[in-house]
């Protein structure tokens, strides 16, 4: 039976209670991870009434992230909810063109100015800024809560359904019933252990050494890929600095540490262009290199009966083209269009879920395996042949001049297929 709410009353399972427990409160959806997916899914469920608590189980957003590209298909979706104004007022950079230069030639991949948005960029703003806007914009609709510091250890589950989770404060055990828990807690997702979900993973061939190099307001560095002599690193220009993304062999990094940082900074500088060379001084002490463990996988299935993963809790994407907030919105949009109406009526049930997989699942796929070729065919060519000449493939060469294959790999990229829209 549903109260009003449209949230079922549920006595705690017989030996559940624990001590200092508070008494269960009760929402229709309960998300869990305060990422760009379940602020954004709370978001959007909280302006149609519908009521949300979102458990995040750090006590601030102020972390190193490893993903701050916001897509022209994420700046859409906050358009179409009226607050560009907002989010385009943060400090941030833009990038129109991404390219790769090799020993022969600079080749532009993608002309995001090509696309027919009214965003033809990729945004570069800090992950910590823009989670902080989401929420800030969240939390003035009465319908939405959220909770820092909530760590879930447990779902409370009643006759084979989700109908809850317990989690843990510095005060002390907390329940919240819902009709419907999210797990959007991301690549290393609670929820997704608890719930016996497997993923299924790939294995890239590649890690990647992340770390910042000053910028001076009159250089002219493009962002980029930078494919020279079996060396390979990404740039992004960041307004006051670069942020470098070296990609280095799988499990390649205990090697590169012992060989030290001064030996790192030469290695570097062999390919590196003069003016971000000479800046390599700048690098002291190992902390200021952050090691990503590169991996990519998916679930087969997102859901069971009361429960629903989204965002990198169900596909971890490789940063390859730096769409993992992107995929991880466009799923948020996907399921508050498909569920807001079952959740209204107190309904929710696998059929729905299922329909929310179904949506989402060919896509991030089709990335993934566009990302796996990517990976394998360029990456790791490249890495595979220290000292040699880089020489991409002459049909591939030929291709990227073409004005029309530039736009279709920047639509692919930055809008997505299918293209996302808010629905209410």
Known sequence: MLEETGVPRLAAPEGEEKA??????????????????????????????????????????????????????????????????GLLALPHSRVQQFGLQTEDEWLVLSDFGLLPTRYPYIMLVPQVDFLTFLAGEAQRWPAFQLEMGARVEELLEREGRVVGVRYRTREGWREVRALLTVAADGRFSRIRQLAGFQPVKTSPPMDVLWFRLPRQPEDQLSSGGRFLRGRAVIVLER?????????????????IRQAGLAALRRELASFLPPELAARLETLQEWRQIAVL????????????????????????????????????????????????????QGTVNTKDLARVQ??????TRLMQRVQEQIQRRIIASSLAKEGERFRLPAWFRWLVRRRLARLLLAYFIGLGIPRVRVAA
């Open 293 to 344: 463990t590169v991996e990519s996988s998916y679930l087969r299935r997102w859901y069971r009966p009361g429960l629903l993963l989204i965002g990198d809790a169900a596909h971890v994407m490789s940063p390859v083209a730096g769409v993992g907030i992107n995929y991880a919105i466009q799923d948020a949009v996907v399921a508050a269009n498909i569920l807001s109406s079952a959740l209204k």
């Open 239 to 255: 307004g006051t600095y670069y942020q470098l993304g070296y990609l280095i062999p799988k499990g390649g990094y205990q090697q």
């Open 358 to 363: 179904r949506a989402r699942l060919w896509p």
């Open 20 to 85: 200092g427990s508070p008494a269960g409160q009760e929402v229709a959806c309960c998300i869990i991870g305060g990422g760009p997916a379940g602020l954004m899914l709370g978001l959007l469920l909280a302006r149609q009434g519908i009521s949300v608590r979102v458990l995040e189980a750090h006590g601030d957003f102020d972390r190193d992230f490893r993903g701050d590209t916001v897509h022209p298909s994420v700046l859409e979706i906050i358009d179409q909810l009226g607050l560009s104004e």
